[in-house]
């Protein structure tokens, strides 16, 4: 196995383009969310569409703009705005949103009384859930782009050769699997180490992080796996997934934590795996014990077991069993 770890090192040592792209990605997510979680004092952005040229609303927490024309429906879905509040006239207000009912009601607390507005702080993101936020989409981005020596393998029929040849099939995936994993880890986890031995808050203990990383390296890394077992082209799989990855981690709220109050949606942004490692990194932030997340925490490993033995079985019956 030692003999595939090299090889593979040398093989993604030649894509330095690649590795040079990704610690600036890792280095540039972490630096960002730090910096953004430390001066974040506004709780929230609403429009205000009104031709009163006085107004009542004035926060310490929310930022309010005023425009005499309300803007585009897409601004909220990309989070420019958390709501638009329309002025009707004779003292009432229409409060439109793409978030919950429960967001809802508490503009309409705000639109009563703005100056007496105090935001409740128990599901607001700390910097650690903002680093983890940040960290989860270009992780995933990079299991699936490192992906590409198991790729060409199985591309380029070489994989075939490896399966005839007197060595462990396992062991040569598993070697796939630790390159990876390093690869992806160490960068993220020592810029931690050097934001945190600079004095910078960065959420969680160093221990914590190992924890979380590990767990998300390791899901990207099967899912990877699981992409190029099914789609035998290297750039074919590398496509699909960092789309698959890119799409599902927005929905999932890695950049911006959003609700549509709509159940189809709701159900089925339920099942993203990134869902749920948000909140279980939320939850142990807020000071919830880990046997309070279990479900959370059950449900990424078991995904992630999922889809790998699926890839080696799948892997293991295309390439070895055909030469039996």
């Not at 593979?8 to 730090?34: D, G, P, Q, W």
């Not at 409060?95 to 009912?101: A, F, G, L, Q, R």
């Not at 490192?146 to 399966?163: G, Y």
Request: charged share 15%; net charge positive.
């Amino acid at each position: 196995m030692i003999n595939f770890i090299r090889n593979n090192c040398y093989r993604i040592k030649s894509k330095e383009n690649h590795i040079i792209i990704s610690l600036l990605m890792t280095m540039i997510s972490i630096i960002f969310a730090v910096c953004l979680t430390s001066k974040i004092e506004v709780q929230g952005s609403i429009a205000v569409v009104t031709n009163s040229k006085a107004s009542v609303f004035q926060s310490q927490y929310i930022k309010f703009t005023f425009m005499e024309k309300k803007p585009a429906k897409y601004q909220l879905v990309l989070g420019k705005y958390d709501a638009i509040i329309i002025d009707e006239g004779n003292g009432k207000y229409y409060v439109d949103t793409i978030k919950s009912e429960d967001f809802r009601e508490m503009l309409e607390e705000v639109v009563k009384n703005p100056k007496g507005f105090v935001p409740e702080v128990k599901d607001t993101r700390g910097v650690g859930t903002n680093i983890m936020g940040y960290l989860l989409m270009f992780i995933l981005l990079q299991s699936v782009l490192f992906m590409f020596t198991l790729a060409e393998d199985i591309e380029l029929k070489q994989i075939e050769r490896i399966a005839a040849a007197p060595v462990s099939f396992f062991k040569y995936l598993l070697s796939n699997f630790i390159v990876i994993f390093l690869l992806i880890f160490t960068p993220a986890f020592f810029i931690l180490v050097v934001m945190k031995g600079l004095g910078f808050n960065i959420g969680f203990s160093l221990l914590q992080y190992i924890v979380l990383l590990g767990l998300i390296c390791s899901f990207g890394i099967a899912f990877s796996m699981f992409i190029n077992s099914l789609v035998k082209v290297a750039d074919t799989a590398n496509m699909m997934g960092s789309s698959i990855v890119i799409l599902t981690t927005i929905l999932s709220g890695s950049f911006y934590s959003f609700e549509k109050g709509n159940e189809i949606l709701d159900k089925a942004i339920w099942i993203i795996p990134q869902q749920d490692f948000l909140q279980l990194v939320q939850g142990l932030e807020s000071g919830k014990s880990v046997s309070a997340m279990l479900f959370q925490l059950s449900y990424i490993i078991i995904i992630s077991f999922v889809l790998l033995i699926f890839s080696v079985v799948k892997i293991r019956k295309d390439y070895l069993f055909r030469r039996n």
